[in-house]
């Protein structure tokens, strides 16, 4: 084996960097494969895992250094892949790795393996693409369906009741109300459709709708059960920002595990949400007026 040449300073800096980075993937690959049930991708999340520790090791040569994971880095993405999945939590991983390749290029001057390294990196990337195949990714199409139409529906209703009513309570009532009977709808609408298509998973299809909706429900509602009768104004603006957060992190979740465009998804639900609140809030006023109501 040749002799190795030290480093200069500036890039046995940054190798250091790649090295811990490679060590702390390998940490997270390892913890993650734990709780992948599937043995195929099971072991091939392990495989990723040995690779990523071949790499710090390289680096370690080179280095003459022994470095430590980032240990925040490893608990987050495991947190990450237990509570939205593994797909979504490894995919983000991956995406943050956007400056990797530029620092292989610009060390391979001094270390001629970084190039392979990289290459070893993008073929990481694309067995991760082949290999996640999470049953809630399966569903993503009836999340979205219940989601939607829980927004839409119910921003659109509290809009309207909030002018209309004057009433936290009240609105929440009515809310809370129409929110159940429409997620009790939603659901069953879904099983019977998916049944009518011969699928053996209906009944999985329509929990996940109904969870998706009954979840928004929950969290659209909540502003008019926290402020009192006076601010109902308060509670609306609340719930409208709920709504916004809503979809910006329902969307960020989708468009990195099925790699979709973020900002084109996000800014049509906003806008459909939005403006259906905007003209229920409205018809709810007109209506208030048009009865007489006074409450």
């Given amino acids: 084996m040749p002799e190795i040449k030290p480093l200069s300073p500036e890039i046995k800096k940054r190798v250091l960097q790649m090295q811990q980075n490679e060590l702390t993937e390998y940490h997270i ?6 709780f992948v049930k599937n043995p195929e991708n099971k072991a091939t999340l392990l495989k990723i895992a040995n690779e990523e520790h071949r790499h710090y090791q390289i680096w370690e040569t080179f280095t003459k250094e ?10 987050w993405y495991t947190f990450l ?24 290029e610009d060390i391979a001057a001094e270390i001629p393996q970084a190039q392979k390294i990289a ?40 809009a309207g ?9 009240l609105i929440a009532l009515s809310g809370l109300i129409t929110g159940v009977s429409a997620t009790l709808s939603m659901a069953s609408s879904e099983f019977l459709s998916a049944r009518s298509e011969g699928r053996e998973d209906a009944f999985k299809s329509c929990v996940y709708t109904g969870i998706a909706y009954c979840i928004t429900v929950a969290l659209l509602v909540l502003p008019y059960l926290v ?10 603006g609340t719930m409208l920002v709920t709504v ?52």
């Fill in 227 to 236: 402020f009192d009768d006076e601010h109902y104004l308060h509670a609306l």
């Fill in 119 to 158: 290459e070893d990196e993008e073929r990481h990337e694309q067995k991760l693409l082949a290999i996640l195949d999470e049953e809630r990714l399966q569903y993503v199409g009836s999340m979205v369906l219940g989601l939607n139409d829980a927004l839409v529906e119910l921003t659109g209703t509290l």
């Fill in 29 to 34: 690959y390892t913890k993650v494969a734990g």
């Fill in 244 to 295: 916004v957060l809503i979809i910006l992190v329902f969307t960020y979740y989708i468009s990195v595990a099925k790699d979709l465009d973020f900002k084109k998804r996000f800014w049509e639900m906003a806008l459909i949400s939005l403006s259906v609140a905007a003209f229920s809030f409205v018809i709810g006023l007109l209506v208030k007026e048009a009865l007489g109501i006074d409450i």
């Fill in 161 to 169: 009741l909030t002018l209309a009513l004057q009433n936290t309570k």
């Fill in 81 to 104: 892949s237990v509570i939205f999945g593994y797909t979504f939590a490894l995919k983000l991983m991956e995406g943050n790795e956007g400056d990797a390749a530029y620092n292989y």
């Fill in 66 to 75: 022994k470095v430590q994971p980032i240990q925040w880095k490893v608990w």
